[in-house]
């Protein structure tokens, strides 16, 4: 299986400031398509998760621009640009290239 | 507007099965796969399988091979899953998803508790 695995953040990210989460995969992530199925999802509080971003730097639909996804075949970083208090939860990168499909353990964003 | 509402909060006794729903509209479910995934606290989340509406065809993950069983009724565009022989493991956050042409997850039902205890 490919092991999904996240950093941590600097909690609380002051209101403002920027934040970058960081995810590697036990496995290149680029598909002979030349496409990376890599997405990003967002839980915030009691909710269900929500698709950020997916081909690693394509912003899903109504996601704010302040969201933006880099990286190579098997690291990726997830930038906010100016944290909002809407940002608080636990962002989770995950692949798509192979099953079985898997997840990061999370990274939990706090704000001040 | 795409929706997919699960039922309700579970309890169950150890040892035996209960059969999560999720009911979708909005969209074309016979040509949809369907996926289900399990939360557990910590937080982390887990692929169970998928199931293409269309036909029937399955894909799970082997860890939850025997356990769970996936099925659809595409004429009320609901998706099913069978959890048998539950014990204290299988106690989680249950989610139904839509898995997008484009490979992945683009919309998520609220979520079912399944507690298991005697």
């Known amino acids: 299986d490919i092991v999904m695995t996240q950093g941590a953040l600097p909690n609380p990210v002051p209101s403002g400031e920027s934040a970058s989460i960081t995810c590697q995969s036990s496995k290149s992530l680029l598909h002979s398509n030349g496409k990376t199925y890599l997405n990003w999802y967002l839980q915030r509080p009691g909710q269900s998760p929500q698709l950020l971003i997916y081909w690693m730097s394509t912003r899903a639909s109504g996601v704010s621009d302040r969201f933006s996804g880099s990286g190579s075949g098997t690291d990726f970083t997830l930038k906010i640009s100016s944290v909002e208090a809407e940002d608080v939860g636990v962002y989770y990168c995950q692949q798509f290239l192979e099953y079985p499909l898997t997840f990061g353990s999370g990274t939990k964003l706090e704000i001040k | 507007q795409v929706k997919l509402l699960q039922s309700g909060a579970e309890l169950v006794k150890p040892g035996a099965s209960v059969k999560l729903s999720c009911k979708t509209s909005g969209f074309t479910f016979s040509t949809s796969y369907m996926s289900w995934l399990k939360q557990v606290p910590g937080p982390s989340i887990e692929w169970i399988g998928w199931i293409y509406a269309g036909d029937g065809g399955t894909n799970y993950n082997q860890k939850f091979k025997g356990k769970a069983t996936l099925t659809v009724d595409k004429s009320s565009s609901t998706a099913y899953m069978d959890l048998s022989s539950l014990t204290s493991e299988d106690a989680a956050v249950y989610f139904c998803?839509?898995?997008?042409?484009?490979?992945?997850?683009?919309?998520w039902g609220q979520g079912v508790m399944v507690t298991v205890s005697s």
């Open positions: 998803a839509r898995i997008s042409g484009s490979h992945y997850f683009d919309y």
